[in-house]
């Protein structure tokens, strides 16, 4: 699981509003691992959806723009390919699962139709083939009587199954990276948990590596290898998933964990973080999490934390060392 399939570096992306330049995306950094399944977890507005969006300039552009930084994809660079260069990675070798299908299913065209032509313009499948192989992933992500299903419109299809043709799409011509960007949200627990399940096991299968985009830490703890967890625009803490939960060394990890309703103790209150999430439309001064933090001191207004590695494997953006109760 050690080869590096995404490297990310170093960006930063902008939207330019009647109200002024929104900060969404401040300097984000991170690497993703073939076969891995990572999650990104974070307060909406916290620029997890941005980052991966913009890697695939799936953001609306203008008024969004990416101003800096570098995203390593094999010997390409995401953030420089045109539009051609663009289509052949999207749906090709790296596939997106939305929180709505109907973001990317077309609601006039058959969901057959769309699997086939994906299947026809990344690969060089015969018509026959493609026809083929779209029953068999409507099969793959557990559509009983996927021949008939073929068939149907999208609004002839239940919410959760939907999405399950979209997941089908998105790993039709079997890409390296599936991005999913808080796929079960609008979805009921159980549904939630199959299409989980379903992901998993498709990633097992066929070894591709998952960016899982969530607000819920709950969700990414039985399935993600490793959590990056965005705060401002930034990301703020990186370890695996056990790591992150026995020892989170970012106080807003801290506080994310204990807001969470805990099975194994009985009476735990739920504590929810006090104040608000940063304004993007200002320039980010020192540590966005400053107003909200209990351990927040002068250097914490004024100097940007750096990403430091304070265990193998686990960095921390915090002038605060929490296990030593002092500051670094
Ligand atoms: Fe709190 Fe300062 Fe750490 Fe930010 S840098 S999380 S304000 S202690």
């Known amino acids: 699981m050690d080869e590096v399939v995404l490297d990310v570096d170093g960006l930063h992306t902008r939207f330019r509003t009647q109200d002024g330049t929104v900060h969404a995306v401040n300097g984000v950094d991170f690497e993703l691992r073939a076969g891995e399944f990572l999650g990104v977890v974070g307060e909406s507005g916290s620029g997890k959806s941005v980052t991966m969006m913009s890697l695939l300039k799936l953001i609306p552009m203008p008024p969004g723009e990416i101003t800096d930084g570098t995203a390593r994809f094999g010997d390409m660079d995401l953030l420089q390919l045109d539009a051609q260069g663009l289509r052949d990675v999207r749906g090709g070798r790296i596939g997106f699962i939305f929180q709505d299908p109907m973001t990317s299913l077309n609601p006039v065209i058959p969901v057959g139709k769309q699997i086939t032509e994906a299947i026809l313009l990344h690969t060089d499948s015969s018509k026959a083939q493609a026809k083929e192989r779209a029953e068999e992933l409507l099969h793959l992500v557990g559509i009983p009587d996927p021949k008939q299903r073929l068939k149907n419109y999208p609004h ?25 960007d808080e796929p ?30 969530t ?58 973080i006090d104040g608000q999430p940063p304004n993007m439309l200002r320039e980010p001064v020192g540590c966005s999490f400053a107003p909200r933090c209990e351990y927040a001191f002068d250097r914490c207004h004024t100097e940007t934390p750096q990403f430091v590695e304070v265990a193998i494997g686990q960095k921390v953006a915090c002038h605060f060392d929490l296990n030593k109760g002092e500051p670094r």
Do not use: F, K
């Open 156 to 180: 002839e299809m239940s919410g959760g199954m939907r999405q399950r043709v979209m997941i089908a799409m998105a790993i039709a011509c079997s890409p390296e990276i599936i991005i999913a």
């Open 184 to 213: 079960t949200t609008a979805l009921d627990v159980t549904i939630q948990a199959q299409i989980i399940d379903q992901v998993r096991r498709l990633q097992d299968e066929l070894g591709t590596a998952v960016v899982w985009i």
């Open 215 to 272: 607000h819920d830490l709950a969700v990414v703890a039985g399935l993600a290898d490793r959590v990056l967890v965005m705060y401002g625009g930034r990301v703020v803490e990186e370890a695996r998933v056990d790591v992150l939960y026995s020892n989170p060394q970012h106080p807003y990890t801290r506080g994310l964990l204990a807001s969470l309703p805990r099975l194994d103790q009985q009476g735990h209150e739920l504590v929810s």
